[in-house]
């Protein structure tokens, strides 16, 4: 009897210890049954715009594999600090083809060689009696001739429980066109991508083929309770054996 009250403490004591630390998600899910059209987005970059209310690191980029079979790619991938002022900066970008690095829910994905995080902005810039907080931008540059589909249709067709769960809140969509990109190749991409981020035309329906994943920042007290709760679990086992 004594044995099995332990060994339930111990579970409780692993689980509660364990609770705020992250393991990794996705800010975005989509149903493949509930997409009506998937448009290739080539010749175009487009992507999506929001704010960050919790500590989260960026751990890797994705995009939609229609029928899951790869990507005929490659496609450009970048995530921007849209800043308060003075514009944007280029925080990571990845080339990503194929089967990517990994493939999770329907969506390829290339893993950051450097993750990074970002924390919320609680001071904004005021300017004409105007806040303005810093925001990102997570979006993709397809290159002229690609077949991936992209562009989903209908917005119902994708979620965010990143929103759901009150980590981020989304802004809008984007989109920009071919005409912004004469002659344009990969090189170039690569050598000046932030001359290339998508910005303007907004929507607010389907761009969610851009997707990335991410990692949860525990809070000084989940940590706490972490280090608590493993350092009691190693205790109860140690006790176990004498």
Do not use: C
């Amino acid at each position: 009897m004594r044995r099995e009250w332990k060994t339930g403490l111990l579970a409780v004591v692993f689980l509660a210890g364990a609770g705020g630390l992250a393991l990794g998600d996705f800010a975005a899910t989509v149903n493949p049954s509930a997409v009506g059209t998937a448009a290739s987005g080539a010749g175009q970059s487009n992507g999506w715009r929001f704010f960050v209310d919790r500590p989260i690191t960026i751990t890797a980029l994705g995009l939609y594999d229609v029928g899951d079979n790869g990507l005929a790619g490659p496609h450009v991938m970048g995530i921007w600090r849209v800043k308060k002022k003075d514009g944007l900066r280029l925080e990571r970008w990845v080339s990503i083809s194929g089967s990517g690095d990994f493939q999770k829910d329907h969506h390829v994905y290339a893993a950051l060689d450097e993750p990074f995080t970002i924390v919320p902005d609680p001071v904004p810039y005021t300017t004409g009696g105007t806040n303005y907080y810093e925001r990102w931008l997570v979006g993709v540059w397809s290159p002229s001739g690609s077949n991936d589909g992209l562009i989903l249709r209908p917005r119902d067709a994708a979620a965010l429980p990143i929103v759901q769960a009150g980590i981020i809140r989304f802004e809008d969509s984007t989109l920009k066109g071919w005409t912004s990109y004469p002659n344009t190749t990969l090189g170039d991409i690569a050598s000046a991508p932030d001359n290339w981020v998508p910005w303007g035309d907004t929507s607010n329906s389907d761009y969610f083929g851009v997707n990335f994943g991410y990692a949860v920042v525990p809070v000084p007290g989940a940590l706490l309770l972490g280090v608590v709760g493993f350092g009691s679990a190693g205790w109860l086992l140690r006790r176990g054996t004498t």
